[in-house]
């Protein structure tokens, strides 16, 4: 849910300045689960076990083990506030945290000091971290591309990102009915789990808009899975249904350059 797109400034970017203004404003509130962020705290959970999973079962480590990801490097980009970043760290990977935002990084670094976790937080965007060369075993791409300007060239930038034999997850909206009457109308207007316009309904993005892009810069699908909440256990839990919120995964051939 936050923003690390490209480089500021420029038309054919993909950072929408607005969505980075509109997640600056609400940067102070990133760490309160009880705050504007409650929603991402309670679906941390279920993307968290996911990743632990997915990551443990590709690289032949122990989901058990509490250094599970040691000597891995892990790439969160439009990290926020560190939801992510930390328990990744925590993890034993060497993570680099990027966004758009200089306000949203300022908050992650002054929560993962006082946290005791050595995190590389960049005040950063996708493109720049591919033109300087950058790769990662893991690229962490969660709530993001919804509010990106230009899904294509992002997505391209992200899989430039990607060692050979490494991973993309992917989390976002599915640009259903279902998911503007739930994800927006529902979760914005009426329960106002999220502020207003925290989602637009024309930017919300299809499974295959995520897969063609990224197919043709060199990836390709492992896997794919819903997210649904269920209100009466007040909790997200993993599901066959894609209609509203969903996450994949992609992998590069460990002999396959972008």
Not at 86 to 107: F, Y
Not at 118 to 130: F, G, K, P, S, V
């Amino acid at each position: 849910m936050s923003a690390a797109h490209t480089s500021k400034g420029t038309s054919t970017g993909t950072v929408d300045d607005a969505e980075v203004a509109r997640f600056s404003a609400l940067a102070a509130e990133w760490w309160n689960p009880a705050g504007k962020f409650r929603p991402l705290h309670k679906f941390n959970p279920v993307r968290l076990t996911y990743i632990k999973e997915q990551v443990s079962a590709h690289f032949g480590r122990d989901d058990r083990s509490a250094d599970a990801f040691k000597g891995l490097s892990i790439l969160d980009i439009g990290c926020g506030g560190g939801l992510l970043c930390e328990p990744m760290a925590r993890l034993g990977a060497n993570v680099v945290g990027a966004d758009a935002s200089a306000t949203n990084i300022e908050v992650a670094k002054l929560h993962a000091e006082t946290s005791g976790l050595d995190i590389d937080y960049r005040a950063t965007t996708a493109e720049d971290l591919a033109a300087a060369g950058e790769k990662y075993d893991v690229v962490l791409n969660m709530e993001v591309v919804e509010h990106v300007s230009d899904v294509p060239l992002y997505l391209d930038a992200c899989a430039q990102l990607v060692k050979p034999g490494g991973l993309m997850f992917m989390a976002t909206i599915n640009r259903t009915l279902k998911a503007y009457a739930l994800a927006i109308v529902g979760a914005e207007y009426v329960l106002r789990w999220l502020p207003k316009g925290t989602h637009s309904y024309e930017k919300l993005v299809k499974p295959e808009e995520l897969e063609g892009p990224l197919t043709a810069a060199g990836l390709s699908v492992r896997d794919r899975c819903g997210v649904t909440f269920n209100p009466l256990a007040d909790s997200w839990n993993r599901s066959t249904d894609m209609d509203v919120n969903y996450m994949m995964l992609f992998s590069r051939d460990a002999d396959r350059a972008e």
